[in-house]
């Protein structure tokens, strides 16, 4: 598998009259995504607490802290949401990446939210968890130690969805009055960002306006109300992006247009493309032999390096165990988006 890292500012609008039917194959992915890994989830390392409750539903944040932490502490944190198609899934999904981050001292969790084959909810009370959880962390950032303005969301495919809405979406929303739910930092692997038909592409055909309009039921609010593109604006936070060309849940076309269009309205993306590489290329566990956990390995170290560049997170110790020196911006973007030490140099890279 070959990987090209790009920050790459402009895209062909050739690949334009593709979105709507993209959209849709994004959505039937989705609708259909299996469950993985088990639940209850077993998070052994971590502490949880319940940050929502709905009923009789408790919801639980299951955090991950740094060695010697305390609440005198003010760390920046993170708060993943796993994907399964906003149907299934389990946070056991990001565990790996929260034990990465507490030893690069952040704070990070994982929320577990309700998904339709466990609680029956559609994805917009998945939005409205997704929003209480980032809340929560910041309403609780003196008690828990971490710095309320040094709060990112992360997630993967329907749980990146859910991490964009954090930022983007209005509405969807249990308590509008509340601490601010709006995150200072996303990093989504293969999120879902467009699930709305795009003004100014073809039309959608009768058959695929049905399907469109069947979204309704599947979302409980339209479809627009639930797209992050359709709802970018001034201000968003700083976001990095992990995609595959081969994915063919979530098309790789939504993502590089959703990240496009956040450099429009002023905000930094980056945008970082696997080719070949499919949906969940990212997850700890996928490959085998010497290629066991390579994208794993890949991406953490592309994550590190935008958390890093945002000085969010501290140098890395030399191989003698003393300080590491701060890198400048430039260099720390580099480390985020070029080939990490071990990786072949250029001929193993292709930017566009």
Known sequence: MTVSTFNRPHISHRRNAALPIAVLLLLAAAASAPAQRSYPPAMEGTTSEVYRTVGDVELNIYLCNPEGHS???????IVFFFGGGWRAGSPQQFLPHCRYLADRGMVAAVADYRVASRHGVTANECVEDAKSAVRWLRANASRLGIDPDRIAAGGGSAGGHLAAATATLPGHDPDPDGTSPVPNALVLFNP???????????????EQRERFAALEDRFGAPPESMSPYHHLGEG??????????????VPHSTADRFCIDLRKHGARCDFVSYNGAGHGFFNFGRGEGDEENKMYENTVYRMDGFLYSLEWLDPKPNPDGTPGKRLTWEESLANALGPPPEEPGPDGVQPE
């Open 71 to 77: 609440a005198d502490d003010e760390r920046p944190a």
């Open 236 to 249: 968003l936070p700083p976001t990095i992006i992990f995609h595959g060309t081969a994915d063919e849940t």
């Open 192 to 206: 879902a960002t467009i699930l709305a038909p795009v003004d100014g592409d073809p039309m959608p055909t009768e």
